[in-house]
């Protein structure tokens, strides 16, 4: 048999043992979760930008597939609720998204909305447009916008991508032949 005090030790050290352990475990596991949830995000960043730009490059061709801005509607934007006005100096295109990328309408009564895509055409200024052959120049700015922000995060809208291009339209793109 052991003394007495020799026990006292042993089982003085096995419990010191096992606080350590136990607090080495702890700070192990708080850096995983870390982990976890930055792959978590940068996965969402990943998947985000890809459906950013796919849904910007849409708007782009669709407006500039349109002969002229005038033919310009809002049933040409694949996305229900997309907002839509145009005049004679151009037009602008909001659609809104829900967190799965499913188009939604933004003053809907459940409407979560996450993800914003904001799509201006407007003439370019004067002294770019060349009159004397009748050629129209166009701006177009595409922004895509997350208006949530990701796990841990504490900035709330950011913009995922913007395009920006020009689209010339003939003299010709509006006549009865050109129109759809």
């Not at 006005?85 to 809907?108: H, K, L, Q, R």
Request: aromatic content about 10%; proline content about 5%; charged content about 20%.
């Amino acid at each position: 048999m052991l003394p007495e005090t020799n026990r006292r030790k042993r089982s003085t050290f096995a419990s010191a043992e096992m606080i350590v352990s136990v607090a080495v475990l702890a700070i192990l596991a708080g850096f995983s979760v870390v982990m976890f949830i930055s792959a978590k995000n940068n996965n969402a960043k990943s998947y985000d930008l890809y459906k950013a730009m796919t849904h910007a490059v849409n708007v782009v061709e669709t407006i500039k597939g349109v002969p002229h801005p005038e033919l310009l509607s809002k049933e040409d934007f694949e996305a229900r609720g997309a907002l839509f006005s145009a005049n004679e100096s151009g037009a602008v295109i909001c659609m809104y998204f829900d967190e799965t990328w499913a188009p939604i309408s933004p003053d809907g009564p459940e409407s979560q909305v996450c993800y914003s895509v904001q799509a201006e055409l407007s003439p370019r200024d004067a002294a770019h447009t060349n009159t004397t052959s009748g050629f129209h120049t166009y701006d177009i700015t595409v922004r895509v916008l997350r208006l949530m922000p990701y796990t841990f995060e504490k900035r709330g809208q950011s913009e995922l991508v913007s395009i920006e291009t020009l689209k010339c339209y003939t003299p010709y793109a509006c006549t009865e032949g050109a129109a759809r």
